[in-house]
C-alpha cells in the first residue's frame, strides 16, 4: 500500500525514509518498510519476479515480527533459483530429493564455463589464476549452502522455534549472497 502511495513521488519516498532512518527503519525501493537491523542490502530490481517477490516477503515477514518465516522466505528464494537451474539441466538429478547444501552447490558447478568466461578477458589473469578463483569463488558457496542448510532448520518450515533474530540475519546474509552470485554468474 506505501508503495503504490510513493510511486512516482520521489521527493516524498525521500522525506519518509530519512525520517524512518531516524528510529531504525528503512524503506525497499518499492516503498515497503524495512527494520535497519536486518542489514541487508539487497537490490531486487534485477531480479527474475519469483525470486524479487521471495526477498521482499521476507523483508515483510522480518518486519512483521515473523523471523523464522523470513529464513523460510528466503530458502524459497534459494529453492526457485537451484530448482530452475536443475530444470535446465535434467542430468542433476531431483531437485526435491537432493539435500540442500548439496543442491546449492550442485546448481553452482553448471555455472563454472560461464564464469570463467567471465573473466577470461582480462589480460593479467592466467588460465591458472582463473581455475584458482573459481575453486575458490565455488567453496564459497559451498559453505554458504552448507550454513544455509543448517540455519534453515530454524525456519518455520521445520517447526516455529523462535530463533533469535542474529541467527535468522545470518541466514538471510547467506542466501542473499548465494542469489547475487548465481545471478551475476548467470548475466
Not at 22 to 51: F, M, N
Not at 93 to 104: L, S
Not at 157 to 178: D, E, F, L, M, W
Request: aromatic share 8%.
Amino acid at each position: 500500500m506505501m508503495g503504490e502511495t510513493l510511486f512516482g513521488r520521489d521527493e516524498l519516498y525521500d522525506q519518509l525514509s530519512e525520517l524512518l532512518n531516524r528510529v531504525g527503519w528503512g524503506l525497499t525501493l518499492d516503498g515497503e518498510p524495512y527494520p535497519l537491523s536486518l542489514q541487508i542490502d539487497a537490490d531486487t530490481t534485477t531480479l527474475d519476479a519469483s525470486l524479487s517477490d521471495g526477498m521482499i516477503k521476507c523483508l515483510r515477514r522480518f518486519r512483521d515480527g515473523d523471523p523464522d518465516g523470513a529464513l523460510t522466505a528466503v530458502c524459497g528464494v534459494v529453492d526457485t533459483l537451484t530448482a530452475g537451474i536443475f530444470s535446465q539441466n535434467p542430468n542433476l538429478g531431483d531437485h526435491r530429493k537432493t539435500p540442500y547444501a548439496i543442491r546449492v552447490r550442485t546448481a553452482f558447478q553448471t555455472c563454472e564455463a560461464k564464469f570463467k568466461n567471465q573473466f577470461g578477458g582480462i589480460a593479467s589473469f592466467s588460465a591458472a589464476e582463473i581455475n584458482q578463483l573459481w575453486d575458490r569463488q565455488f567453496k564459497s558457496i559451498e559453505q554458504a549452502g552448507e550454513v544455509l542448510a543448517k540455519l534453515r532448520q530454524l525456519s518455520d518450515a521445520h517447526g516455529a522455534q523462535k530463533p533469535p533474530a542474529t541467527a535468522i540475519q545470518h541466514g538471510i546474509a547467506c542466501a542473499i549472497y548465494v542469489v547475487r552470485i548465481f545471478t551475476g554468474v548467470s548475466v
